[in-house]
């Protein structure tokens, strides 16, 4: 019997919006690794998408890198409210001129 926890559930597949708004990603995005785990955050009070979520590198210098797509983000945002454990992953990152493409992976944590 295996004693590691269970894979986590890809609940979402999905690229990062909004990180042609971000300063400082430029100078950030070498650190971006593929794999690297992301933490999510709920936006309730965001003006422009009830259901958002910000989208964070984690460790002490967290850094905001965008959000989860509008019209894509309701089961997560409605999951992160009720408290389950959702995260998320990089999987694949290139810059297309000016704009850095994030793709990610939103992970349940099983236990």
């Known amino acids: 019997m295996s004693t590691s926890s269970p894979e986590p559930l890809i609940l979402l597949e999905c690229l990062v919006a909004g990180t042609t708004h971000r300063t400082g990603l ?3 995005e070498p650190q971006l690794q593929p794999n690297q785990p992301l933490a999510l955050q709920r936006e309730p009070d965001s003006s422009y998408d009830d259901w958002a979520v910000r989208v964070y590198t984690t460790g002490p210098n ?5 959000y989860l797509p509008e019209g894509r983000n309701e089961t997560v945002a409605r999951l992160l409210d009720a408290g389950y454990p959702v995260v998320a992953r990089l999987t694949h990152k290139a810059w297309e001129e000016d704009w850095l493409h994030l793709e990610i992976e939103v992970l349940l944590e099983r236990a």
């Open 26 to 28: 430029r100078e950030l």
């Open 62 to 66: 967290a850094f905001w890198l965008g």
